[in-house]
């Protein structure tokens, strides 16, 4: 079966820097995106990533290698509406978005 | 800025009840997504649509249906509410870029008494 593993909350402190990880095994792979989703809103679009290597984004970047169907996502100079959860989702070879379960990052003063 | 719009954002309403909940977007994208999503969970794929009188369901068995008459309409019906349709659905749309990237509406909670 299709599956994305990420960890189920996080906790960081302000200011600091916060990698999430996400493995997937998926049939086929057309691209991996991150959302953030705050409590109770809508999830909204932060990185896509189709080939290997790292994309940077302001204070956030995301890093995917297809070899070992892993991703991570780079969060630095925390701040505390970084408070949310971060979603990570695939495009399969049917280009189905398969998603995972979402990790809640939980930032500290 | 993402124009794609739910309503009723909220809607408690008593069981067998029918309901519709209505998702419009201004982009002029083919591709519209219903998902479920319960506090914490993941998204679950109920129905899509990748055009005018195409709809398709999705990974999660679910006893709503969907039309799509217009481009930019893609309401969903749950014709008997029970408890168990308690939840958020959210609905997306995506359009012909080469990401695929989804836009969100901001969601219609119901609860189902």
New interface residues.
């Given amino acids: 079966g299709q599956n994305i593993d990420q960890p189920t909350e996080m906790t960081a402190t302000e200011g600091a820097i916060v990698q999430i990880n996400c493995t997937y095994q998926t049939s086929g792979f057309n ?1 991996l ?1 991150w ?1 953030q989703q705050h409590a109770g ?5 932060l990185s ?1 990533n ?1 080939l290997d290597g790292l994309e940077e984004k302001g204070r956030f970047s995301s890093f995917l290698s297809r070899s070992k169907g892993y991703s991570y996502l780079l969060l630095k100079e925390l701040q505390m509406k970084d408070s949310a ?1 971060y ?1 990570c989702a695939v ?1 399969d070879s049917n ?3 398969i ?4 990790t ?1 990052l939980i930032i500290k003063p | 800025e993402a124009d794609i719009y739910q309503t009723p954002r909220y809607l408690v309403i008593g069981t067998g009840k029918k309901i519709t909940l209505e998702c419009s977007q201004t982009m002029g994208h083919d591709k519209m997504y219903w998902y479920q999503q319960d506090p ?4 679950h ?1 109920i129905h899509y649509s990748y055009g005018v009188n195409s709809t398709e369901k999705g990974d999660l068995s679910s006893e709503s249906t969907v039309s799509r008459i217009r481009t930019e309409h893609f309401p969903l019906t749950l014709e008997s509410a029970r408890p168990s349709h308690t939840s958020q659905y ?1 609905c997306a749309s995506s359009g012909a870029g080469d ?9 219609s909670r119901l609860t189902v008494l």
């Fill in positions: 691209g995106f959302y809103e809508a999830p909204t679009f896509y189709v959860s979603l495009t280009y189905q978005l998603w995972g379960a979402g809640k | 914490g969970m993941e998204l794929l959210l990401t695929g990237e989804l836009f969100f509406g901001e969601g």
